[in-house]
């Protein structure tokens, strides 16, 4: 199993857990994204530097990604295809995107958009804040313990 990121987008302190506890479980951790990443040097952390363009990151990632493999990302549509492909999903805010509830928050992404489309303000998402850098933890970790025994 390793941990793959949607890195573009990624907050830093998010970065910084996975850092953590790539060296802590001895997880391998792939960020990929269109822009060179500064990684600390570990032999547990990797970039991966794709081209620029419309979801070029997120297909590499759904490419690469093996059954049982976590995904970090926002985008709901790079979630769906993890999940379908095997994979578990999870946002820097610290939830799990599920069989459970993908449709669900597929439908509202796509009302947005359609909203936002026409014009609609729709106003953006919550400042990231120190509880959803501390729920990003607390799910990374107990995943872990799950997925990734010593």
């Keep these: ?36 990443l500064r990684t600390p040097a570990s032999r547990y952390i990797r970039a991966l530097q794709v081209p620029r ?37 999870l946002n820097p805010r610290g939830e799990f995107y599920t ?7 597929l439908t509202m992404r796509n009302f947005m958009d359609q909203l936002r489309g026409s014009g609609v303000e729709t106003g953006g998402p919550a400042s990231f804040g120190h509880g959803d850098r501390q729920a990003f933890a607390r799910q990374l970790d107990k995943f872990l313990a799950q997925h990734h025994p010593p």
Excluded at 15 to 31: D, G, N, Q, Y
Excluded at 58 to 66: G, P
Excluded at 99 to 105: F, P, R, V, W
């Design 1 to 36: 199993m390793q941990i793959w990121v949607d890195a573009d987008a990624c907050p830093g302190v998010i970065k910084e857990i996975l850092f953590r506890a790539a060296e802590r479980v001895a997880i391998t951790i792939t960020l990929v994204a269109n822009t060179l």
């Design 99 to 105: 069989q459970d509830n993908i449709e669900a928050l």
């Design 53 to 89: 363009g419309f979801d070029v990151a997120d297909n590499e990632i759904v490419k690469r990604l093996q059954p049982g493999d976590l995904v970090i990302t926002a985008d709901i549509p790079l979630a769906s295809d993890v999940i379908a492909k095997g994979g578990y999903a």
